[in-house]
């Protein structure tokens, strides 16, 4: 005891000693934008007035709202200034894949990705931008909350969305700017023909589904964590709700019990959940397998490598004669690209996000081997995958729900405490 | 007077530091004290800020301010802190009570067998039953699914046990914390095994024949001679095994999340997930503080005046228990039981790489695309094919066994050092302290521990080592110098220290001393400390995950990113993979050096 | 009563014989030492009789009662022989206290706890430890432990006492003190005691029957000074006495009825104290260092190699030819070195060995 007190007692003694190698978050911009400035635009160059012209904190941020007006071939002079290598984080693994084809057109840049784990990616970046730490000079992540929340609003991450593309991609995916949306949907095992089509997403809240909806807990997989909370949001709300009167035969009236009607769904639907498996690959195969009437959410690219999956799962979307599932159909969260703060390649970086968004770049994503997967760039057609069980994205974004970093970032704290409350 | 005065300290500070033991002893509390303070500064900061994120949001104050809202809503009971709190704690501390005492009956049940009685087929039980220790923990927890899971319970779907028998364990048996505590105690049985087992071998005999004489009968024998003596070290078996219960993840995660079952360390990473740093660091330090205090127990215990040292008696030759009739059934038992949680396992995950539809076990259904397979488009996960083609692979398996090896020469080293300045000074008060403080690498938790020393390399001073294989072995070698220090320590204390004076007095230096004298003679035993930290290196996951630059670089890390994507087939090679090489390890160096992980766990106990 | 009968005892382990075909008798109220090299199968011998090792084959009877027969299958258990046992090391548990360790039998036996009581006190004071009846065994000195271990023996009253070389961890002034003890106790307590060793001194002054092995066989067994001035063969006479015995190549003739021995350059006649026969050609000699007395008109000459005064008596190494003989001489006597003097064989202690080792015959010297 005695021995442990005094190791505790020099431990705080000399605590502040250990203080001293810590970082500073609060001046972390500034060194890394001095060594750009090398590269950086001359400022008297913006003489062209512009009213539009908004001011920037870091050098870096000017030079990314220059690059997002210049051309590829512009930047690509740009970039090949940058001589230090341009490290990817990505949590994608296909990420490698446009890296191996831009090199092949750019081949004079240097740049790597490394793929991070979800969870990891956010310790990661918050540790690392603005610190004396050589990382990442962009990234490639997902969870709107968590990427607006805890890097964009604490200017670890900037955005970059370049001018020529503000037509064809939908502007509530220009900042932060989104590359591409994944799908993770409802499934039914119909292997056994009785088993009726999912007409309703209310018939999940009876207890003849109780533990038979498989579903990644969400404590565990924040994409579904902001799935959950954005069903609480005025449209998802009303679209329960609209359910909620087609599958009761009455308007929602229960508010005594229920903040909303949300609420309540989020309260029986949880109640069911099933979280058996750990990962999306089990819960296919799962289910696939299992019982008929089982149900799971699950990434749809799963079913392109499992012939039993694609065979005994109907894609609540299209079921019930074509009408598919009231309430929704599965949920969407974006993958965003977005340049960390300390970056000493932004034009690279930059380039690269114009690639991801064009329709080569897009490729690595948008091929017939892959489904589920969708460009945020509408103007690039879908390459229907092999299995012909793909739509357009249109076809998702109103069935599915999809993130939004603000209503998120608002109520993201109140809801969550209300699920995990359900999911312990 | 005065100057007098100054010039004796300062002799005796010359006199103290010419002698490298004292100064390597101040020297790796110097090191100590910074490993310890920093982890505690950095973590006790991180409890009583607000961070960016959720917090922010809650607690309605910029981030890095200061607040109290993480202790209060963790600990003032209500639904939260029940549910985030006191219920993991609860489970956690159950998983540790249950499997350590299971594991203790496992293992002093084998341990007594194989030391104490006639059993035949010794040499391949003992064999076998190492095997779930070598193997990663979550491994038999998957196992322990693939076998157990019937269409009666959650999933519904038919596990080995139904196909094969249409045996149908009820939910509890599948999954939760009877499974929980199974799977973990048949994991730390073997370590219980060979402590006791070393024990009672090393337990001088005449002890228990001079009971016999003295009239006393077998259970009375076993209930006041051999169990009290044995007693220290089942206890220093049930504090380890308790405390690596009480902290585990992967197990709880594989087999309690469908029935919503969280442990500290699940909860822990729930709630980094969800982005309540405070909480979640407040959860670590609990840990930290339940492993201290479990540390204590254990140091208390082993300094009572009665002694426990074993004088080796000269009847080496032990009366051993005739099991008569009994013999065979309980050997054959032993083998099935063994097999079943050693071989059968390998078998499981082999057939699971060769599986196109994951889980459907049909002739048919084999392939070896997933090993040798090319240009697989349908699987594509950035690999190019099959895990045994194109570069990727072989290159993450070759970096895993540097690091491990790597890892090893760290710590493995170091801990020499730490043996040798701790034993030269022993009854000092230093040398206890650098002892004990040995020891707080292992209590923190290992995701708290890379987020930590993560940190740490993104400071100015350390920046170099940021995303580099240096801060990997840092990380390893700090992680697992404990077991090697301890080891280290054991086996110093068993050269007599003349042997070192004589050479002093031939004035070899000191570094000739301990490598051309100490080290050879006790060479099988360090060796064995380098050997525990391969082996965990080679299996460890967590600890690397957040560390390394990308999570293709090692092999583990790679298993890490299948599992989270679901890919079970190259998931389950990888697995094997690791497995066998880490059984190759282990063999091949008994064979070659006579150093096991059977002995390095053993110089646990010899204090 | 506890009269113990070993009869064609085999101990085997594989192919190696740790006690072969040994035949002995231990009478009541004996005290016999066990004695000889490591590894010659006094310890598992002893064992054998308290059980803790099985015999291969053999037959072993402790009082009327067989307590092992690997014929019948009979095999008491250590616990049914009424045996007593002091362990080399003692073997108190680590975890008692000196008075729980000696009350650990009587508990067994399910005494009453105030006869207990009464017993523990009673041997705490024969073996004169009373004040360290609450100390752990870690916390007395090797002499008490000792004494610990012994009283927790005796406790029990055991019939017969068998005893592990229970002084080999002791130092010389309290292995003398201790000797004396276990003398007096052996004559207190009326027990049959068996006494493993491997100090012949020990054996000698300590016992009265001494059992001499050598590789799992008796090479002899009789009292000590049977023993000593007796000896069975040369590996018997070379292994009892301090200075041993002195031997010296001879070769011996028969001429008429006389016999004439070569030794040493000289020319001898021996006189055999009892009638022998066939004994010719080459011998071993042997005779005790005190018979070869240092006379003035002694027939052989020699010089003095070394001496070695020990106060009481001296050892004096003579140098005769190119052998070294000893010599001891009671009294401190200085000789100096490379001094020449006279010296004879006295006595009718002569040993004559044959080339395989045997006693042949025993008898006179004369030096002509």
């Known amino acids: 005891m005695k021995r442990l007190a005094i190791v505790l007692a020099c431990a705080l003694t000399f605590s502040c000693l250990a203080g001293c190698g810590e970082k500073d978050t609060t001046t972390s911009a500034e060194p890394a934008a001095e060594v750009n400035e090398t590269n950086a635009e001359p400022v008297a160059d913006g003489n062209e007035v512009d009213d539009e012209e908004p001011t920037f904190d870091t050098e870096i941020e000017k030079t990314l709202y220059e690059a997002s007006k210049m051309s590829d071939e512009e930047l690509y002079e740009k970039a090949k200034g940058e001589t230090n290598k341009t490290v990817v984080y990505s949590t994608t693994s296909l990420a490698a894949t446009a890296v191996e084809t831009f090199l092949a057109k750019y081949p004079d840049l240097t740049i790597e990705v490394s793929d991070i784990g979800e969870a990891d990616m956010f310790t990661k970046l918050s540790t690392e931008v603005g610190s004396a730490a050589d990382g990442a000079d962009m990234a490639l992540l997902q969870n709107a909350y968590r990427v607006n929340n805890e890097l964009i609003s604490e200017d670890l991450l900037y955005n970059y969305f370049p001018e020529a593309l503000k037509g064809v991609v939908e502007e509530g995916y220009q900042d932060p700017t989104a590359i591409l949306f994944v799908s993770k949907l409802i499934f039914i095992n119909k292997s056994d023909a009785s088993v009726e089509d999912l007409k309703n997403v209310w018939e999940l809240t009876e207890t003849k589904y109780k533990d038979k909806v498989f579903f990644k807990n969400p404590a565990d997989e924040p994409v579904g964590m902001n799935f959950l909370i954005m069903l609480t949001s005025d449209e998802w709300n009303k679209k329960l709700s609209d359910a909620y009167k087609s599958y009761f035969g009455k308007e929602w009236d229960n508010s005594a019990e229920y903040k909303s009607c949300a609420y309540e769904f989020l309260d029986k639907f949880l109640a069911n959940c099933n979280y058996t498996y750990t990962a999306d690959g089990g819960i296919c195969g799962g289910i696939a397998e299992g019982e008929p009437g089982s149900v799971g959410l699950f990434v749809f690219s799963k079913l392109r490598t499992n012939e039993v999956a694609r065979e005994n799962l109907q894609i609540a979307a299209t079921g019930n004669d074509g009408k598919g599932i009231e309430g929704f159909a599965g949920f969407m969260y974006p993958t965003y690209a977005q340049v960390c703060a300390d970056t000493d390649t932004p034009y690279t970086c930059a380039l690269f996000i114009n690639y991801l968004l064009s329709e080569e770049g897009g490729a690595a994503w948008n091929n017939e081997d892959n489904m589920g997967t969708y460009l945020a760039n509408t103007s690039i057609a879908l390459v229907p995958d092999s299995t012909g069980l793909d739509k357009e994205v249109d076809y998702w974004l109103d069935r599915c729900v999809i993130e939004d970093g603000d209503y998120l970032a608002a109520n993201y704290a109140e809801v969550y405490e209300y699920i995990a409350s359900r999911i312990n | 007077m005065k100057a007098i005065n100054l010039e004796k300290i300062k002799n005796r500070i010359k006199t103290y530091f010419s002698n490298p033991a004292n100064c390597m002893l101040v020297f790796f509390f110097c090191v100590f004290l910074g490993l310890s303070i920093y982890p505690i500064t950095a973590m006790i900061k991180e409890m009583f800020v607000v961070h960016a994120g959720i917090e922010k949001t809650l607690i309605t104050a910029k981030k890095g301010s200061f607040t109290l809202y993480h202790v209060q809503k963790l600990f003032i009971p209500s639904e939260w802190s029940v549910t985030s709190f006191y219920i993991p704690f609860k489970n956690s501390f159950l998983l540790g009570l249950f499997g350590a005492i299971l594991a203790i009956i496992f293992g002093g049940v084998t341990a007594w067998l194989m030391t104490r009685s006639n059993l035949v087929h010794k040499k391949i039980i003992g064999t076998l039953f190492m095997f779930p220790y070598l193997m990663p923990a979550w491994t038999l927890a998957q196992f322990w699914i693939y076998l157990f899971q019937n269409s009666n319970v959650m999933s519904g779907n038919k596990g080995i046990m139904q196909s094969l028998f249409g045996i149908c364990m009820p939910q509890w048996f599948v999954y939760g914390l009877f499974p929980c505590v199974i799977v973990n105690s048949l994991h730390f049985a073997p370590f219980a095994y060979i402590l006791i087992g070393g024990i009672l071998q090393n337990m001088d005999a005449t002890l228990e024949e001079s009971a016999q004489i003295l009239k006393a009968n077998r259970l009375r024998i076993v209930r006041k001679v051999t169990l009290p003596i044995v007693m220290p070290a089942l206890l220093s078996t049930f504090l380890l095994v308790f405390s690596s219960g009480f902290a585990s993840y992967a197990v709880p995660v594989f087999l309690g999340g469908a029935v919503r079952f969280y442990t500290l360390a699940s909860k822990m990473k729930a709630m980094i997930n969800a982005g309540y740093m405070g909480q979640a660091y407040i959860i670590a330090a609990v840990m930290i503080l339940c492993g201290i205090i479990i540390l204590m127990i254990n140091q208390k215990y082993t300094n009572k005046r009665r002694s426990f040292t074993t004088v080796t008696g000269k009847s080496g030759q032990v009366s051993l228990v005739n099991l008569k009739k009994a013999n065979r059934p309980i050997s054959i038992a032993m083998i099935i039981l063994t097999v079943c949680f050693s071989v059968v396992p390998l078998i499981v995950f082999a057939l699971q790489t060769i599986q196109r539809v994951p889980g459907d076990y049909s002739v048919s259904n084999w392939t070896l695309d997933f090993w040798i397979g090319k240009d697989l488009d349908a699987y594509k996960m950035g690999m190019v094919g099959g895990i045994l083609v194109g570069q990727d692979f072989l290159m993450a398996l070759l970096r895993l066994v540097l690091l491990s090896l790597a890892c090893s020469a760290f710590a493995g080293t170091a801990g020499l050092f730490i043996g040798y300045s701790v034993v030269r000074n022993r009854r000092t008060r230093l040398s206890k302290m650098v002892e004990a403080m040995s020891f707080f690498p292992y209590l923190i938790p290992t995701i708290a521990f890379a987020a930590i020393y993560l940190a740490l390399a993104s400071t100015k001073t350390f920046s170099f080592l940021y995303n580099s294989f240096a801060l990997l072995v840092l990380v390893g070698g700090v992680k697992y110098l404990p077991f090697a220090s301890r080891g280290c320590i054991n086996s110093m204390l068993q050269v007599s220290s003349e042997i070192e004076e004589a050479a002093i007095l031939m004035n070899v230096p000191w570094y000739k001393r301990i490598f051309r004298i100490l080290v050879p003679i006790q060479k099988t035993s360090i060796f064995s400390g380098y050997l525990l930290p391969i082996v965990s290196a080679m299996r460890e996951v967590d600890l690397f995950a957040l560390i390394v630059a990308n999570s293709r670089y090692m092999l583990t890390t790679m298993l890490l990113a299948f599992n989270q994507t679901g890919y079970d087939q190259y998931a389950s090679a990888i697995t094997l993979l690791i497995i066998v090489i880490v059984l190759v390890i282990n063999q091949v160096s008994s064979k070659l050096t006579g150093a096991s992980i059977s002995q390095s766990v053993g110089s646990y106990n010899k204090q | ?368």
């Open chain 3, 1 to 368: 009563m506890p009269r113990i009968e070993l009869i064609n005892i085999t101990k085997r382990w594989g192919d190696f014989f740790g006690v072969k075909n040994l035949n002995m008798v231990i009478e009541d109220r004996d005290f016999v030492s066990l004695l000889g090299p490591s590894g010659c199968g006094k310890t598992t011998t002893l064992r054998m009789i308290a059980g803790l090792e099985t015999p291969t084959e053999g037959i072993i009877k402790i009082g009327d009662k067989v307590v092992f027969d690997s014929e019948k299958g009979v095999n008491l258990s250590p616990d049914k022989r009424d045996v007593g046992f002091i362990f080399q090391n003692y073997a108190l548990w680590p975890h008692m206290t000196v008075y729980e360790n000696i009350a650990f039998g009587l508990e067994s036996m399910k005494w009453d706890k105030k006869e207990i009581d009464k017993r523990v006190k009673e041997m705490l004071a024969l073996m004169k430890i009373e004040e360290f009846e609450k100390r752990y065994p870690s916390e007395i000195s090797g002499g008490q432990q000792q004494r610990v271990a012994i009283a927790r023996t005796l406790a029990i009253k055991p019939q017969v006492l068998l005893m592990d070389e229970p002084l080999s961890n002791l130092d010389a002034k309290l292995r003398l003190e201790m000797r004396t003890e276990l003398k007096r106790l052996h004559a207190d307590t009326d027990s049959t005691f068996v006494y493993v060793t491997h100090d012949q001194l020990e054996a000698m002054t300590l016992s009265t029957k001494i059992c001499l092995m050598k590789e799992g066989t008796i090479q002899q067994y009789a009292p000590p000074l049977k023993v000593y001035n007796e000896p069975n063969n040369l590996y018997v006479a070379d292994f009892v006495g301090n200075p041993s015995m002195n031997f010296v190549n001879g070769r011996i003739e028969k001429s008429g009825d006389k016999y004439e021995v070569s030794l040493l350059g000289y020319k001898a006649e021996f006189v055999p104290n009892e009638e022998v026969q066939g004994i010719d050609g080459d011998v071993t000699v042997g005779f005790r260092p005190e018979f070869m007395k240092i006379a003035e008109d002694g027939k052989i000459s020699a010089t003095v190699y070394s001496t070695l005064p020990s106060g009481l008596e001296t050892t004096i190494k003579l140098k005769i030819g190119e052998e070294i003989i000893s010599s001891v001489v009671f009294g401190a006597s200085d000789y100096v070195t490379d001094e020449e003097l006279r010296c004879n064989i006295a006595g009718s202690n002569v040993c004559v060995f044959d080339k395989d080792g045997q006693k042949v015959a025993m008898g006179q010297l004369i030096i002509r």
